[in-house]
């Protein structure tokens, strides 16, 4: 149960957390104290919803599926995750990236939820996450498993998004600095290397047995 549960809890943060558009515009939210819970909420509830239907629909397709290519779905699932996590290392080396935030005029709660829902299901790379990938590696686990799962995963968008929208004003200054994503970076590849690697064993295409 608890490995069911820390790997979609640490799964789901480790995708969440890269920077973007639309945790820009979460921190900036949290800077200028606008419509903070709302736009923490609609994140979350966001991410809870694609993750559920993502579970759901990879469980339903790939019934069949899953049990004579299980080996393979699991190889395919280990080799994604290695590769988000080897882009991760890279950008360690090249990315500059920070926060940068100027514009604090005043929105309405409208306004705000609907420039939100844009930059949040017009990015294709939200399906590719959440639907697609933390759908496919939620088979690993039997029916009871993939709700721990789901919760698991669910839960560190509710933690991820309130964090940044309620410590925003503290995590500005760390994250203007480019070393700050460094480090953050280099977490997120250690644990989409585990990910990977467990998956890799879990559809047999490392015999450990063996080292």
Not at 14 to 35: C, E, F, K, W
Not at 67 to 94: Q, T, V
Not at 128 to 143: A, E, M, R, W
Request: net charge positive; with cysteine.
């Amino acid at each position: 149960m608890l490995l069911a549960f820390f790997t979609g809890f640490f799964l789901g943060l480790s995708l969440i957390v890269a920077i973007g558009a639309q945790n820009a515009y979460v921190l900036r939210q949290g800077i200028i104290g606008q419509h903070v819970f709302y736009v923490a909420l609609f994140c979350a509830l966001s991410d809870a919803i694609l993750i559920s239907f993502g579970v759901a629909g990879m469980t339903f397709f790939l019934e069949n599926f899953l049990d004579k290519y299980s080996n393979l779905l699991f190889g395919i699932s280990s080799i994604w995750i290695f590769a988000y996590g080897l882009i991760r290392l890279i950008s360690i080396f090249k990315s500059n990236s920070v926060i940068n935030i100027k514009n604090k005029s005043e929105r309405g709660l409208l306004s705000t939820l609907a420039s939100l829902s844009i930059l949040t299901f017009a990015n294709p790379h939200v399906y590719l996450d959440t639907v697609i990938l933390i759908g496919s590696i939620s088979q690993q686990f039997s029916s009871d498993y993939k709700v721990i799962f789901t919760i698991g995963a669910s839960l560190a968008s509710f933690i991820f998004f309130f964090g940044i929208s309620y410590g925003a004003r503290f995590l500005a200054p760390i994250m203007s600095n480019p070393n700050s994503w460094r480090i953050l970076d280099g977490i997120i590849a250690l644990i989409m290397f585990s990910i990977a690697f467990k998956l890799a064993v879990y559809g047999n295409w490392l015999n450990i047995n063996s080292i």
